[in-house]
């Protein structure tokens, strides 16, 4: 399908110019609005912004509704700390080397690390790649158009996030259309070009992975958009 079909627009964000204080209290208020969506529920899940060289990541096991804004690590491109949280108890979150696959394989501005029941119920649906077509918010998507059939991958869960690193990896290079990875049994990976975008790629990609879960309940087919 043309690029034409899609409304998904990328010249039409304001230029984000953030200072460090903004970007700070946009982790908070994001965190207390996907705590509220069921995405990051009992610590689970991550948020992270990049603002120039700087990428700003939530600490690790912290009620994602209750961040403190001093307690935000600073990275740099290679991953490395360079500005610690304030309660020196806190440890980066977990989710930092997958979040580093998308700032340095997809030049994100924003990557956001979902537990929503939506994306874990989908990937029990679906075997190697989540598959689905012909739902309108397909548009939302980046470069994605109703009609085509659109792909995310589905690697295996391991005990520990940091383990996902090297199999993340090979799946955000394998499927360049994807805006996301799944985690089978644990939820998805999903970046943008900046905080807004990443922000709407997760709404339309959670509104198609609930979509999916419950077209299969209705006994037809996800991956057509249960048209036949
Ligand atoms: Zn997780």
Not at 73 to 94: C, H, T, W, Y
Request: proline share 4%.
């Amino acid at each position: 399908m043309a690029e034409s079909s899609t409304q998904e627009t990328s010249d039409n964000q304001p230029h984000l110019d953030l200072t460090e204080g903004e970007v700070r209290g946009l982790i908070c208020e994001l965190g207390a609005l996907f705590y509220q969506l069921g995405w990051v529920s009992g610590t689970g899940g991550g948020i992270s912004i990049r603002r120039g060289q700087e990428i700003f990541m939530a600490p690790s096991g912290v009620q994602k509704e209750r961040i403190d804004s001093q307690d935000i690590f600073v990275l740099d491109m290679q991953g490395k700390v360079i500005r610690e949280a304030v309660n020196p108890k806190l440890k980066v979150s977990a989710c930092r080397p997958l979040f580093m696959h998308a700032y340095r394989m997809r030049d994100a501005g924003a990557v956001i690390h979902s537990h929503s029941m939506n994306a874990m119920l989908t990937t029990l649906i679906y075997e190697s790649h989540f598959s689905i077509s012909n739902i309108e918010m397909m548009k939302g998507i980046k470069g994605v158009g109703v009609f085509d059939q659109h792909h995310v991958p589905i690697i295996p869960n391991t005990a520990h996030e940091a383990e996902l690193e090297e199999s993340m990896g090979e799946a955000v290079e394998a499927n360049p259309k994807s805006q996301a990875v799944l985690v089978r049994g644990h939820g998805v990976y999903i970046w943008g070009r900046d905080w807004i975008h990443a922000k709407t790629q997760a709404e339309c990609y959670d509104y198609l992975f609930e979509a999916a879960v419950k077209i299969k309940q209705l006994g037809l087919d996800p991956q057509t958009g249960g048209q036949s």
